[in-house]
């Protein structure tokens, strides 16, 4: 069984789940490998970690297509040739269409950096901060057609400290994105 995993830039939770696939070494334990990585940005650095691990990448700029829909028919038709039994969003900074996200209905994951249902969207820890807020996060959840909503699968909680700034808030909960993403895909994969 495949997986595939979308990202648009560093992929350092991309990389935290290729590395915990080898060292549980998944494919022999659970007969399931990380078949492709895709990006929406030819630049994204996650796409040399991907390559030097030997596992296959493509590119589709959504700037080269017409429409949102245009972009995603191209990107699962590319997604589709790995057949994938869960596509893992990491990092991947694309609002989905409904079509795209009804396509892989119940294998579309992501990982988002707040503790949902609060603070969907963008600039989480700034607003995190900005809230008084004395505790942020981070929330692995199904995909549904809203943007960051759909049934949470694991959450991880990290203190704001009173002098964070969204940068040493953003780090703080980034360390707790890579044990929480790979032990979540580890858990669906070990299902399917
Ligand atoms: C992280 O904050 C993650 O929560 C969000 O994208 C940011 C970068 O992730 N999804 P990555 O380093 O590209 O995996």
């Known amino acids: 069984k495949n997986i595939v995993i979308l990202i648009s830039g560093g992929g350092s939770n991309m990389a935290a789940i290729v590395k915990t696939a080898q060292q549980e070494q998944w494919e022999r334990a659970y007969g399931v490998r990380i078949a492709a990585v895709v990006s929406n940005k030819a630049d994204a650095k996650g796409l040399v970690f991907a390559r ?14 017409e429409s949102r829909e245009a972009f995603d028919a191209a990107l699962a038709q590319a997604i589709d040739q790995y057949q994938p039994a869960l596509v893992v969003l990491a990092g991947f900074m694309r609002i989905l269409t409904p079509g795209f996200v009804e396509h892989y209905a119940g294998r579309l994951i ?11 969207g963008l600039h989480t820890h700034q607003r995190a901060i900005d809230a008084g807020c004395k505790f942020a996060g981070v929330t692995v959840h199904q995909v549904t057609a ?4 759909g049934p949470i699968l694991d959450q991880a909680v990290v203190p704001v400290l009173p002098d964070d700034t969204a940068q040493t808030l953003a780090a703080r909960v980034l360390t707790q994105e890579h044990i929480i993403y790979p032990r979540a895909v580890r858990n669906l994969v070990r299902a399917l």
């Open 52 to 65: 030097e691990h030997g596992i296959a990448t493509a590119v589709l700029d959504h700037k080269t297509f």
């Open 110 to 120: 992501n990982i988002h950096p707040s503790l949902l249902p609060a603070f969907t």
């Open 146 to 149: 809203e943007l960051d909503v």
